[in-house]
């Protein structure tokens, strides 16, 4: 298996809430919803870098489709990263996010590391950490 991701789906309870959220409150370029035509079928996509693409489609939908059992959200299964240039971006980032409607969890702080970061969640509790990585260009 070739080691990269094209698209990462979150599961979401509301479309229309999360697609308001990415596209009208974060800025995040999308369609809008498709699919409505097909039963469990209907999902956004939103264009991140090239070759990478974030869905979101309802969680009950998830579960159909991978033929699972509904099982109750967790925001620290995982997070999603989103490195920026400075310290002052990545507030700017968190109030953006928290002006759309996310709950800040952790305001931005320097870190042990030697970097600076926060978290928010967004409107289904989906946990992104906002980072400004000062070795970043070391990791590439």
Same mark, same amino acid.
């Given at each position: 298996m070739e080691a990269r991701i094209t698209v990462l789906t979150l599961g979401v309870e509301d479309l229309e809430t999360s697609l308001a959220f990415y596209r009208d409150g974060l800025g995040f370029p999308s369609d809008g919803i498709i699919g409505t035509e097909f039963e469990h079928g209907a999902v956004a996509f939103f264009k991140l870098q090239p070759g990478l693409q974030l869905a979101i489609w309802k969680r009950q939908d998830i579960a159909h489709d991978a033929q699972l059992q509904l099982s109750p959200p967790s925001p620290t299964n995982m997070t999603i990263g +989103?490195?920026?240039?400075?310290?002052?971006?990545v507030d700017n980032v968190l109030e953006l996010a928290h002006n759309s409607g996310a709950v800040v969890t952790v305001s931005g702080h320097d870190t042990f590391w030697g970097g600076y970061s926060g978290y928010f969640q967004d409107p289904d509790g989906h946990l992104w950490e906002i980072v400004w990585n000062p +070795?970043?260009?070391k990791l590439d």
């Open positions: +989103h490195n920026v240039g400075s310290k002052q971006e +070795h970043m260009d």
